[in-house]
């Protein structure tokens, strides 16, 4: 069972910096990539990095690529995602899911229909 849980969403001001947490309690991320996506009011739901512990890759959207880093604590079994330089456009919903990604597939942005209640990042000043 997918049991992702997303935390550590806030306000921030322009440039300012973020780290979101998944805690993975259904130990997904052993098996399948994780990525976060995020939503912002009036938009659909977009890609932002996901990341495959198995092949080692990553992934970023072009958005964010240079800004954000996507890692996972094995230990904590939690997925991480810091957000350095926030703008914004970077404001929405923050979502953490099953997604497909990796040397075989590229990036999928997958939509396995499984969404938790996200955290909320607003940048502003």
């Known amino acids: 069972q997918v049991q992702l849980v997303e935390s550590g969403g806030g306000l921030v001001q322009p440039g300012g910096s973020l780290t979101l947490s998944c805690a993975d309690r259904?130990?997904?991320?052993?098996?399948?990539?994780i990525g976060w996506f995020r939503q912002a009011p009036g938009k659909e739901r977009e890609g932002v990095s996901c990341?495959?512990?198995?092949?080692?890759?990553?992934y970023y959207a072009d958005a964010v690529k240079g800004r954000f880093t996507i890692s996972r604590d094995i230990g904590k079994n939690t997925v991480f995602l810091q957000m350095n330089d926030l703008k914004p456009d970077d404001s929405g919903v923050y979502y953490c899911a099953k997604d497909i990604c990796g040397r075989r597939t590229g990036w999928r942005r997958a939509d396995f229909g499984s969404w938790g209640q996200g955290t909320q990042v607003t940048v502003s000043s």
């Open positions: 990341i495959n512990h198995n092949d080692g890759t990553t």
């Open positions: 259904g130990f997904t991320s052993d098996y399948y990539p």
